[in-house]
């Protein structure tokens, strides 16, 4: 299996290169159809490093232009793989609509919050992306649940960093990358690992329709998956594809965070009248010698290696039990 990039544009590209049902993951950051080439000038930015030839969309051509490249996703994306757009709000309605048009169907709409700093003072400062986290149906899905955080493990607050890793606002600064050469706009690379390490296995194909600064292409490879895409400047293509094929295949692993061993083993498995009983059985032991019910449900779930939840709904009677 070899990464494979593309000096075309996505949409003749796909057809021509990707065959239905080829890609495991797409994550992707289209044009934001915004005059892109012009933000220096709105927003005072020093674009010294910034590499020029940024092609955006015409307002007027963002719908068809949604409709066509995400056609082209869905077709190209293996049935149970996941893709995730990052995208403002300006042309939003245009991407939810093309989504709306396919067959894909939505797991969440993630909102990614940075520090834009960027002061205004007739409007509210815009510090957040949405992320449409979308599915083909039809396989059996990717999603590593534990493979951040175990189901045990604790947040500074006290309470489940599973949880905490899993809700659907992240907030995350973006790279700043001063004196160096970079593209307009640049994912981070702690932003892409999430979604790479929820939605793949290694040596699956993370395919990026506008490949931009490589940062998805460059996080897969780093995180020992392979990496096709597709980019019309010529400049940036040319320039990042050579600093891509100089990064080592899994040179991420070692950020990689190992999440502790899962306690709740049996989370999710049928409960059978004998463990029902014996849960039950056991709690009332645990009452009588003083425990109150959620330290008794605590030690439960050591115990039989399930959630704190599912337990609690078996001791509330809400639970049926399985032969």
Same mark, same amino acid.
């Given at each position: 299996?070899?990464?494979?990039?593309?000096?075309?544009?996505?949409?003749?590209?796909?057809?021509?290169?990707?065959?239905?049902?080829?890609?495991?993951?797409?994550?992707?950051?289209?044009?934001?159809?915004?005059?892109?080439?012009?933000?220096?000038?709105?927003?005072?930015?020093?674009?010294?490093?910034?590499?020029?030839?940024?092609?955006?969309?015409?307002?007027?051509?963002?719908?068809?232009?949604? $409709?066509?490249?995400?056609?082209?996703?869905? *077709?190209?994306? /293996? !049935? #149970?793989?996941?893709?995730?757009?990052?995208?403002?709000? +300006?042309?939003?309605?245009?991407?939810?609509?093309?989504?709306?048009?396919?067959?894909?169907?939505?797991?969440?709409?993630?909102?990614?919050?940075?520090?834009?700093?960027?002061?205004?003072?007739?409007?509210?400062?815009?510090?957040?992306?949405?992320?449409?986290?979308?599915?083909?149906?039809?396989?059996?899905?990717?999603?590593?649940?534990?493979?951040?955080?175990?189901?045990?493990?604790?947040?500074?607050?006290?309470?489940?960093?599973?949880?905490?890793? $899993?809700?659907?606002?992240?907030?995350?600064? *973006?790279?700043? /990358? !001063? #004196?160096?050469?970079?593209?307009?706009?640049?994912?981070? +690379?702690?932003?892409?690992?999430?979604?790479?390490?929820?939605?793949?296995?290694?040596?699956?194909?993370?395919?990026?329709?506008?490949?931009?600064?490589?940062?998805?292409?460059?996080?897969?490879?780093?995180?020992?998956?392979?990496?096709?895409?597709?980019?019309?400047?010529?400049?940036?293509?040319?320039?990042?594809?050579?600093?891509?094929?100089?990064?080592?295949?899994?040179?991420?692993?070692?950020?990689?965070?190992?999440?502790?061993?899962?306690?709740?083993?049996?989370?999710?498995?049928?409960?059978?009248?004998?463990? /029902?009983?014996?849960?039950?059985?056991?709690?009332?032991?645990?009452?009588?010698?003083?425990?109150?019910?959620?330290?008794?449900?605590h030690t439960l779930s050591e115990q039989f290696g399930r959630g704190y939840w599912s337990l609690l709904r078996i001791i509330d009677g809400r639970t049926k039990e399985h032969a």
């Open positions: 299996m070899n990464d494979c990039f593309y000096n075309e544009d996505c949409v003749s590209g796909a057809r021509k290169h990707l065959v239905d049902s080829s890609v495991d993951l797409i994550i992707t950051d289209p044009p934001y159809g915004i005059a892109g080439d012009t933000l220096h000038k709105h927003y005072n930015r020093d674009e010294r490093y910034v590499l020029d030839g940024y092609v955006d969309v015409p307002q007027e051509d963002y719908a068809a232009f949604s $409709r066509d490249w995400i056609k082209e996703a869905e *077709r190209v994306l /293996k !049935p #149970g793989g996941s893709i995730y757009i990052v995208s403002g709000y +300006t042309n939003l309605r245009h991407i939810l609509n093309a989504l709306a048009g396919t067959s894909l169907c939505e797991i969440n709409h993630l909102i990614w919050k940075y520090n834009f700093g960027v002061y205004t003072k007739t409007k509210y400062i815009s510090s957040h992306y949405h992320i449409l986290f979308y599915r083909k149906s039809g396989g059996k899905p990717t999603f590593n649940t534990f493979c951040r955080y175990g189901d045990s493990e604790k947040h500074d607050d006290g309470g489940s960093a599973n949880y905490r890793d $899993r809700e659907d606002v992240w907030l995350m600064n *973006r790279d700043y /990358k !001063p #004196g160096m050469i970079k593209n307009k706009n640049m994912l981070p +690379t702690q932003l892409l690992m999430k979604m790479i390490q929820y939605s793949s296995q290694e040596n699956d194909v993370v395919c990026d329709f506008f490949l931009g600064s490589f940062s998805t292409a460059n996080v897969a490879k780093g995180l020992n998956r392979y990496a096709v895409g597709f980019e019309v400047n010529r400049r940036v293509f040319s320039y990042h594809e050579r600093a891509f094929h100089e990064l080592e295949r899994g040179f991420l692993l070692s950020r990689v965070r190992q999440p502790s061993a899962n306690r709740n083993v049996n989370g999710g498995r049928a409960v059978s009248a004998e463990e /029902k009983a014996n849960i039950l059985g056991t709690y009332a032991q645990l009452r009588e010698k003083g425990a109150n019910k959620k330290n008794a449900l």
